[in-house]
């Protein structure tokens, strides 16, 4: 791979960034500006932050699909420049915070004297116990995760290619942030789905 290669890799990212940023400011608009708001949010006292939680959680799906998509190719050396990893794993990162933050936040209402705790706890204590209690400490573990491997990515951007054991640890780290997500999304819809907060 020569310098020129991995340059024009970083350049034709500007463009497809900006049109990433543009096709989803259009679905928000039209998202917004065609749905009654009551409806997106539901009638939740904690409708937003559920909202939200919702929505960094479906964008770190794909991100995080995305990421193990790309640790294999890294593993199979199928990646000619690490500059399309780059901003993608900074992604990542930012999604897994996001979707932590959001859901420690439901977390307080999840807990709260009226919440589903209590009605899980009362009639059914196994699935607080399993579902949710390993639900979210599973989902903790992707941030440190994800925010390694946008470290690896950043900080050996031209040795990661040339070494096999640390593509091999940027894939690792790739398919766990995976693991654990999904884990925890598929959980947490389940216990949406039992009793939402």
């Known amino acids: 791979m020569n310098t020129k290669e991995a340059g024009n890799g970083r350049e034709s990212q500007g463009p497809l960034t900006i049109t990433m940023a543009g096709l989803a400011l259009t679905g928000l608009v039209v998202v917004l500006f065609t749905a009654p708001l009551a409806e997106l949010l539901g009638d939740s006292r904690y409708a937003l932050e559920g909202a939200l939680h919702g929505v960094s959680a479906a964008l770190f799906m794909v991100t995080a699909t995305i990421g193990l998509f790309q640790g294999y190719r890294l593993l199979t050396g199928a990646i000619p420049s690490t500059a399309q990893l780059e901003f993608g794993s900074v992604v990542n990162a ?34 607080h116990k399993i579902f949710f209690e390993f639900k979210e400490f599973s989902a903790l573990f992707t941030l440190p995760l994800a925010v390694a491997a946008a470290f690896l990515f950043l900080a050996y951007r031209g040795e990661l290619l040339k070494s096999r054991s640390l593509r091999g640890l940027a894939a690792i780290l790739l398919a766990l942030t995976f693991f654990y997500f999904l884990v925890a999304f598929g959980l947490g819809a389940a216990i949406t789905k039992l009793r939402a907060v």
Do not use: D, K, S
């Not at 420690?104 to 589903?116: D, K, L, T, V």
């Open 94 to 127: 930012f999604l897994a915070f996001l979707t932590i933050l959001f859901g420690n936040r439901i977390y307080i209402f999840y807990r709260a004297q009226e919440g589903p705790r209590t009605y899980f706890l009362e009639n059914f204590p196994e699935i």
